[in-house]
């Protein structure tokens, strides 16, 4: 097998409905990493490489005293030693596991996408020998696991989230606040919710953190129904966590609906982009790699 068919087969575990499909969430965490680092060269993301993080490119000011010298013999480039207490990156993984989550038109749902993604993002962070923790809520945090940078962690993480089901009603904003006042060190924040919350409250709470000095990296996960209202029969809609019930014609109401998520949607980026804020817009659809790469470019913009 030469190494384009070797990258096409690992590329395939970017797909969420194969994913969905393997026995084991440590190896759909596994498969889906080695398929993104597999399929990097081969994908729009040039020139991009994972940097591990005893070593950053050498800036003017740092001490030449740590410039590594045998890997500058190797690349010709200045790369600087780092101790791994200046290094080490804590990450925390804060998932929205209420009953909205739970939604799915065809394929896998909102809340299973979301647990591979967490899986996978915390498999790729510990290889890069970074602490991760993850904190599970929903209108009130269910589950709290510290960061650690241990291999041995990954188990316990990805046992928790192989047990998760959507639970109950949504209170986005508290857990973020909670949290933000938690956590004492600078780190990287990542929040994947369905953010279907006030927008308002969940915006501030992101902005609690940056003020805090946390980076901060939101995946807004939706299912293709949701964006795209596509539904052909009238039918009764149940809002999943209130319990209410709707009996309509979609295509009375897909017009307003479709602007109002539009709206939702361009609020998140535009107050995100002000705050400095990193907002990926995902599809429970779209392949993984689009995930990763985002969680990667802002892990590289920490150094």
Known sequence: MNENSNIASYRRFLKPDVVSKLSGIEIKARLVVEGFIAGLHKSPYHGFSVEFAEHRQYMPGDSIRNIDWKVYAKSDRYFVKEFEEETNLKAYILLDTSASMGYKSNGIHKLEYSSYLSAALAYLMLKQRDSVGLVVFDEHIRKYLPPKSTMSHLHNLLKELDKLNPSRTTDISLTLHEMAERIKRRGLIIVISDLLDDPDLIINGLKHFRHKKHEVLVFHILDSRER????????????????????????????????????????????????????VLLDTSVPYDIALFSYLSKRKRLF
Request: net charge negative; aromatic share 14%.
């Open 228 to 279: 795209d209202f596509g539904f052909t029969r009238e039918a009764v809609f149940k809002d999943l966590e209130t319990g209410e019930e709707i009996l309509t014609s979609p295509w009375q109401i897909r017009k307003d609906y479709k602007e109002k998520l539009s709206q939702i949607i361009k609020r998140y980026t535009l107050q995100c982009r002000e705050s400095i804020i990193d907002y």
